[in-house]
């Protein structure tokens, strides 16, 4: 006897606990507050959802086979391009519960952000400046937050329909499976839960919003990012379509003539490829997409995080993660994050502040990840006064090391300017010899080196370096995502920007002070 129906599990009863216990889930996490709910939201998306998830995997075969015999016969070639899309969402859920347990562990309260009116920036003697070869000025604005609300409205769109799904089923109840027909109100009710968390992340889009800065488009054709974004999904979904096409092929090769297998192989290869370069695509339409601040003096003392780096290392920072041949790992690929280093680094800092970062000299595109602002051509010395500003009134500096000469001064300045809660410091990847040659630059004030620096760390961060209040350091390793399946610098710089996090949030409620 089949040991699920001795115990009188069915398909029918497993659909109903898995319905009750998501509605219980969502009902406690609704119901708790904002910080409170993204670390409870965190703690699932890490624990149970990736083990509920496994469980309906190994469901699909069993429940398919008993209740629709017929229908697994037919399609059972599929199973393994639907577990490959499901062994991503596991590998892809503790990332985004990482996410989430990181932004709701913290609780900086923003300075406003208002921005200047034309009148006050005109009595501040200021003219808005424009990105290289810009024609002309724009007026000032602040970005909508266009993700949301596109999850927003899906997640609108998803709830809907699990509401629909009672009327369906008692208009025309000899329609549909069994399994359907008897989880019909609790499909209902989580289409009600559904929609209302909906309406809580409109409301987030709108938060997030209004604490951004004003700030002009990099360019008037807006098209282009328009049209890039276009395309990067039309590859994803080639790529996605592809790979998973030619595992089905090679999972039913019994069935088709023998050259099938060794066309189908290739064709995986070459998804996986399509599907790379459709997330370079939108890391592309990002930067054509992306905003610039036209001067320092629109920021607020203490609203934002300072980013400082040497300009040579920018391509490698803010380039995504990628492997060779990822269609030869199926799925996983699917995994892998499509945000640069950089975009990674600010999101990590985002409860921080909005990541700021001057944009290198004769830079035609800006990166994606912080936001840029041009200085204006000036003589040689002179960028140093309005970065010592910015410096001063960051709510938090966060310096990549380098043997630079301009790395050099803005690490010796953010070491004399800067409360040591203040500063956290990036160790690039760089060997023993160049670290050592910064320590004896400024009088030994880093902590010594270890035996793991190289200039081979696969990381464009292998180190961070935060300070206790008389100074003191602590440098804290990045583990690397070589061999990690998580993949995702986000998650490797956690441990390390908890403490420095820790230490500026006990700073500020001491001081009552946002920035230096």
Known sequence: MNTGLALGVTPTSALRFVLIWGVSMLALVGLSGRRLRQQLAGLLFQTAFPVLLAVVFVAIPWGASKEFPQWWERWWTYALPVATLLLAVVF?????????????????????????????????????????????ERPLAVPRQTGLRLLAYLLLLVGLAGTCVP????????????????????????????????????????????????????????????LLWSAAWLCCLAGVTMT????????????????????????????????????????????????????????????????????????????????????????????????????????????????????????RLPHAGAVRMYLPKTPKEAWQEPVRQLMRRSRLTVLTLGTSEGTMWELAEALRLLPPQRLVLFLPSMDGDDYER????????LPPGPPWLAHSHREPVQGVIHFDADWTPTLTPVMSTRHNQRWNLFVALLPGMKAALTSLSEHEGRTGRHCG
């Open 92 to 136: 892809w859920l503790p990332q985004q519960g990482a996410r989430l347990s990181w932004f709701g562990w913290w609780d900086f309260r923003y300075p406003l952000t208002t921005p200047h009116s034309e009148t006050a920036r005109e009595e501040a003697g200021e003219a808005p400046s424009v990105p290289p070869g810009a024609p002309g």
């Open 167 to 226: 009327t369906m089923v008692l208009s025309h109840r000899d329609s549909y499976p069994q399994w359907l027909v008897s989880n019909g109100f609790l499909l209902g009710v989580t289409g009600l839960f559904v929609m209302g968390y909906a309406g809580k992340l409109l409301v987030l889009a709108r938060t997030r919003r209004e604490r951004d800065f004003p700030s002009l488009p990099v360019s008037e054709k807006t098209w282009v990012g328009a």
């Open 244 to 363: 998973l096409g030619a595992m089905s092929v090679m999972m039913g090769s019994a069935d088709h003539l023998w050259w099938a297998t060794y066309i189908a192989f290739p064709l995986m290869i070459v998804g996986g490829a399509v599907f790379t370069q459709g997330r370079k695509t939108f890391l592309r339409a990002r930067r054509h997409r992306a905003r610039i601040i036209p001067s320092p003096r629109i920021l607020k003392a203490g609203s934002y995080t300072l980013y400082l780096r040497p300009f040579d290392d920018d391509r490698r920072r803010t380039a995504i993660h990628d492997i060779p041949l990822p269609g030869a790992v199926g799925g996983l690929s699917l995994v892998l994050s499509g945000r640069s280093a950089e975009e990674q680094i600010a999101d990590v800092l985002r409860p921080v502040g909005p990541l700021i970062a001057v944009g290198a000299p004769g830079e």
């Open 438 to 445: 910064i320590r004896a630059e400024i009088g030994s004030r």
